[in-house]
């Protein structure tokens, strides 16, 4: 069987298994075969606290939800043992801290002996994490935007394959938007005013940098009028939002996670009267986002490639959809989307290698060449490059207040095979903040 391919029928059992109680507990089940793992150890990396906590529950939830589907049809069958074997998700709670992500990983690989390891959020923590997997442990990064996980050069990064947006991959969409729909609105006759503000780690310097190098290389007409860094674990930005509201821009590009972009939406409009176009990147694609956000969220934007509110874009949205609201009675966000895509394609390359030696499961995930899935990819197919990256399709979304809900919903405005409506100045915007 093909894991990935045969995920639609695996969904729906799920969705029977949420009705039938004891389905889904793994630790009564396998096999009693002499020689044969009871589980196949698959070891979540995520900020199950900390900080980025919000997103790594997204990311937890999605992939126990791609456990269970998948243990729902007996498992991964694996050729050396001739049986189906269920898989076990080990959880490894980096505390949103890269000191506590490596103890969390050294844990997963010498005490639980997963197999694979999916998950990773934030470059800064995962640069640090993924430091005892090199050369060891096939790692399916899918929350950390930074480049260098795979093309850091002083550790072994052949095991370590990046299935998420990398900072380019998102920079360079979302200062195309700026130069084709908002500045002939607002600056039809001269370069466009851009503000950037940055936390201050691999994750936003990387992203600064992309986007600088970007703008140069194009000669595109943006003028950057600031650049402001935060420490991770700023809570008041007015020092820095004067900053910027003294520099007039046309709209700021907001690169933090959940709590901090959306402090940094609410009190640039509220407190400071900088009333522009906010961007905000994918990572901020999750429930907590929106009902922080609420009102102040109204024709802002959001970059994504994974867009739950939007319309179904996929055939696997649906039920991925109906089945996440079964299980945890809440929406999906984008990190979460990731990571179940991470645990199929582990549980895909685990089969096709037929073998639970890491190598050889590094080797299989190396060849994939499998339909997408959740997130959706350039051709059509997983597949990794010479870097062990996916080549992603990247939305814009225009987030809009629903008075009747009391709900803060996006719509998709890029791109245009995808496009729902087209891209509005929000209704308070001004001219140059």
């Known amino acids: 069987m093909k894991i990935i391919n045969a995920k639609l029928s695996i969904i729906a059992l799920i969705l029977l298994v949420l009705i039938t109680a004891g389905c889904t507990d793994t630790s009564e089940e396998g096999t009693s075969e002499e020689g044969t793992p009871e589980y196949i150890n698959i070891g979540l ?6 900080g980025a906590s919000d997103v790594g529950n ?3 939830q999605a992939a126990v939800l791609a456990v269970e589907e998948i243990n729902a049809d007996g498992g991964v069958y694996v050729e050396e043992y001739g049986v189906k074997i269920p898989l076990k998700l080990v959880e490894g709670d980096t505390q949103t801290s890269p000191t506590e992500g490596v103890t969390a990983v050294e844990r997963l690989i010498t005490n639980e002996n997963v197999v694979v390891l999916v998950g990773g959020f934030s470059s800064g923590v995962t640069l640090a994490n993924q430091v005892p997997a090199a050369g060891k442990v096939p790692y399916i990064i899918t929350g950390a935007s930074s480049s260098q996980v795979t093309r850091r050069t002083e550790i072994d990064t052949s095991y370590f394959f990046h299935y998420c947006s990398t900072t380019d991959d998102y920079s360079q969409p979302i200062l195309q ?5 908002l500045k002939p609105m607002v600056a039809a006759d001269r370069d466009l005013k851009l503000a ?6 691999a994750y936003g310097k990387g992203v600064i940098e992309s986007s600088v190098a970007y703008i140069e290389d194009n000669s595109m007409p943006i003028e950057l009028v600031a650049q402001e860094k935060y420490p991770t674990d700023e809570t008041d930005f007015h020092t820095y939002l004067t900053k910027i509201a003294e520099a007039k821009p046309d709209a700021v590009y907001t690169v933090g996670f959940v709590k901090d972009t959306s402090s940094v939406y609410i009190q640039g409009q509220r407190d400071v009267g900088l009333n522009t176009l906010y961007m905000a990147v994918e990572c901020n694609e999750d429930p907590a986002f929106y009902k922080l956000l609420g009102e102040w969220g109204d024709g802002q ?4 490639k994974f867009a739950p509110y939007a319309a179904e874009y996929t055939e696997l949205m649906g039920p991925y959809k109906e089945a996440y609201l079964a299980k945890w009675d809440e929406m999906p966000g984008m990190m979460g989307a990731d990571t179940y895509d991470g645990i199929y394609l582990a549980a895909s390359a685990i089969e096709r290698a037929g073998s639970l030696d890491r190598t050889q499961v590094r080797d299989a995930i190396k060849q994939t060449n499998e339909s997408e899935m959740l997130i959706l990819l350039e051709g059509g197919n997983i597949t990794f490059d010479e870097y062990n990256e996916i080549s992603p399709i990247i939305f814009i979304e225009q987030m809009f207040w629903d008075e009747e809900t009391e709900e803060l919903k996006p719509v998709i405005v890029l791109p245009d095979s995808l496009k729902e409506q087209d891209f509005v100045l929000p209704d308070n915007y001004e001219i140059g903040g």
């Open 301 to 304: 934007l959001l970059e994504s």
């Open 58 to 60: 997204d990311m937890k």
């Open 196 to 201: 950037l503000i940055y936390r201050d780690d």
């Open 45 to 50: 990396v995520a900020p199950l606290s900390g």
């Open 177 to 181: 938007f700026f130069v084709d729909e």
